[in-house]
């Protein structure tokens, strides 16, 4: 019986040890009012507790501070929605930033960047900032893109929809490619059918993960246009 009870104590114990053991990892050297690492938002903490809608927790941070820094095991992550920073990272310093920062750097947005910071744009965020693009960030409305009725593309540094790829000296060759597939294929089937929610009054949310996924996907009924 003593011997069940001395083992079990010794699991408990280990773990608990082992998330003080994970914050002492993120807290060493480092603090969340140390000169060194200015501004920090918080730490890796902050994002797990939020992992079941982290994209809206980053927009709601976005919304108030352009570019942010979190505290994680072995480095700190910076997160920013200004497109001047992803401009100047992709198109005119992209050598000195890899996995992570190769040097202490200054983004144009006065955000300092540590040697071995990860950098990150947040697009999800991007997409809903009213700094971006005006009061009705969050409107649908596809005119926007229309000038004199003419497809007008945007900044690849403002609408980073294909991400590095679409943007500075890694541009994908197939970018235009695949733009033309998704016009034939969406100009095919809205001539032939129409497309209506299966059940309209169900929220559509999304997955937490490392690309963008549909919660349980978005079911929809298609009718062919001439019933």
């Known amino acids: 019986m003593e011997i069940i009870f001395c083992v079990g104590y010794g699991v408990a114990s280990l773990l608990l040890l082992f998330p003080c053991l994970c914050v002492l990892r993120v807290f060493t050297g480092k603090s969340l009012c140390s000169e060194a690492y200015p501004p920090v938002k918080g730490t890796m903490f902050h994002l797990l507790r939020r992992m079941d809608r ?3 927790y980053q927009a709601e941070v976005a919304a108030h501070n352009k570019t942010v820094r979190y505290l994680f095991f072995s480095q700190s992550e910076v997160y920013t929605a200004d497109p001047q920073n992803i401009e100047y990272i992709l198109k005119t310093n992209f050598a000195n930033y890899d996995k992570s ?6 983004l144009p947005d006065g955000f300092k960047v540590k040697k071995g910071d990860g950098v990150n744009y947040v697009t999800y965020a991007m997409g809903r900032m009213k700094y971006i693009w005006g009061d009705g960030a969050e409107d649908f409305r596809p005119e926007r893109w229309l ?10 540094f403002k609408f980073p929809a294909f991400h590095v790829s679409k943007a500075g000296p890694r541009t994908c ?4 490619f695949a733009y033309r597939q998704m016009k034939i294929v969406t100009a095919l089937l809205t001539a032939f059918f129409r497309f209506k929610l ?3 009054s169900k929220e559509v949310t999304y997955k937490t993960t490392l690309t963008l996924h ?3 996907g978005l079911h929809v009924r298609a009718v062919h246009r001439h019933l």
């Open 214 to 216: 549909l919660d349980q």
């Open 54 to 56: 982290l994209y809206d």
């Open 147 to 156: 000038q004199d009725g003419v497809f007008k593309p945007e900044s690849p």
């Open 198 to 200: 299966k059940d309209p």
């Open 173 to 176: 060759l197939g970018k235009d």
């Open 101 to 106: 920062a190769c040097k202490d750097d200054i």
